[in-house]
């Protein structure tokens, strides 16, 4: 069985190489092949500029998810915020202030209180405008 199955892969390759060459010429006139350019050779050819990364506009919470229900006394909260914007993460038992990086991202733990807790998350941009959102996080130490 593997010889046959040799001999038929054998016997492909070689029409390949054989009928390869011509197969444009028995292929209709309709039919277009794409094209090779060698970019190197190519002088004329346009520059391709890739866009710049999207500039985050506004406040963005990435974690928790609104109203979760977790089994530990502290939680990450992150998100996205225009870069070097100043986030403050007011919790029930503690305050926190980050600086967003240059990817636009911020991170920071907070501790919790038993039951429910409003966290309120305030960014200001470089121009002074505070962005504000609210998100309530329910902390129980029974499993889950």
């Known amino acids: 069985m593997a010889t046959i199955i040799g001999f038929a892969i054998g016997l492909g390759i070689t029409a390949i190489f054989l009928v390869g060459p011509n197969l444009k010429t028995m292929l209709p006139a309709q039919l277009k092949l794409p094209t090779i350019i060698d970019v190197a050779e190519n002088k004329n050819s346009e520059t ?17 998810l609104p109203e979760a229900v977790v089994n530990t006394d502290n939680i990450l909260i ?41 966290i309120l998350v305030t960014g200001y941009a470089k121009d002074g405008n505070p962005t504000t959102q609210m ?10």
């Not at 100043?86 to 038993?114: H, M």
């Open 78 to 118: 992150s998100g996205s915020a225009p870069t070097d914007s100043t986030i403050v993460i007011q919790g029930d038992r503690e305050d926190i202030v980050l600086t967003v990086g240059n990817d636009g991202k911020f991170a920071g733990k907070i501790n919790l209180s038993e039951g429910n807790n409003e």
């Open 48 to 64: 391709v500029t890739p866009n710049p990364p999207q500039q985050i506009t506004g406040l963005a919470i990435d974690s928790p």
């Open 135 to 144: 998100l309530s996080v329910y902390f129980t130490a029974d499993e889950i």
